[in-house]
């Protein structure tokens, strides 16, 4: 029914069936090499450009603690919603950890026509580590509409240059402490009482770099890529048929020279 009345529609001249709704792929891959790092699933929210998750040199607040040492992105998710400057978010789905290789998507709807679809903001977790994580500082790094109001999307590349130490937990990488190698419950280890800063990288020999599932981990290796992370339209179904015909055309059409 639904693509009965896109078809129609699209026979009309391409008017769209909602007046605003637009549905997107948000999608992580995990680019980092065999052995590599791993990611705890994507947090990520869609705003008016006035969320700011944390700035580098200030002390990280519980939400960013808790995703950049357990991976957990609730708290990050109340702090969103209590921001105002949005409210479509959440996590991206998948069983457990993102590793090298791997890819996870969702499809979300958000309201092209609000001012809280303008930004994209994101977090996540690098693993194993005490409180290592990547995420957007900039509140406005990733806007998804140009000047006309038109959805242009984003598709980005994270790299290891781009690694974050939370300064919430102390880099001892000590199994009990460290998630992902030993941890066997969140917020454990030594607080650090620091600030949101570069992350130096992993100990040489340490308990990360020296376990052979984890010797490509090294995000300070010159060009390592932990992540692309993309927001998509979705295809219309319409189009898909449109391409699907245009598909079974040429199919014919093989068949009937051949
Ligand atoms: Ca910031
Ligand atoms: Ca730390």
Not at 80 to 105: E, K, R, Y
Request: no cysteine.
């Amino acid at each position: 029914m639904k693509l009965i009345k896109l078809l129609t529609f699209g026979v009309l001249g391409g008017a769209a069936v909602s007046a605003h709704a637009l549905d997107v792929i948000v999608r992580i891959e995990n680019l980092a090499p065999q052995n590599g790092t791993f990611l705890t699933p994507l947090w990520f929210g869609f705003h008016d450009g006035g969320f700011d998750m944390f700035n580098t040199g200030s002390a990280a607040s519980a939400g960013l603690e808790r995703i950049a040492e357990d991976g957990n992105a609730a708290v990050l998710g109340g702090e969103f919603m209590a921001s105002g400057a949005g409210t479509v978010g959440g996590v991206l789905n998948g069983i457990g950890p993102i590793g090298p290789g791997a890819t996870t998507q969702r499809i979300v709807t958000i309201d092209e026509s609000a001012a809280s679809s303008r930004y994209f903001s994101w977090a996540s977790m690098v693993i194993p580590s005490n409180d290592a994580f990547v995420a957007n500082d900039n509140a406005r790094a990733h806007r998804l509409f140009n000047e006309a109001g038109n959805f242009v999307g984003m598709d980005f590349v994270v790299l290891g240059s781009q690694v974050l130490d939370a300064g919430t937990e102390v880099n001892d990488e000590i199994p009990m402490n460290t998630a992902f190698l030993g941890q066997m419950s969140p917020n454990t280890g030594t607080p650090e009482g620091g600030v949101v800063h570069f992350h130096p990288g992993f100990m040489a020999g340490g308990n990360i770099l020296g376990n052979s599932m984890f010797s490509n981990a090294d995000f300070t290796a010159s060009n390592y890529q932990l992540a692309r992370i993309s927001v998509e339209a979705v295809p219309e179904p319409a189009t898909m048929m449109v391409l699907g015909l245009v598909g079974a055309a040429l199919a014919r059409r093989r068949k009937t020279q051949a």
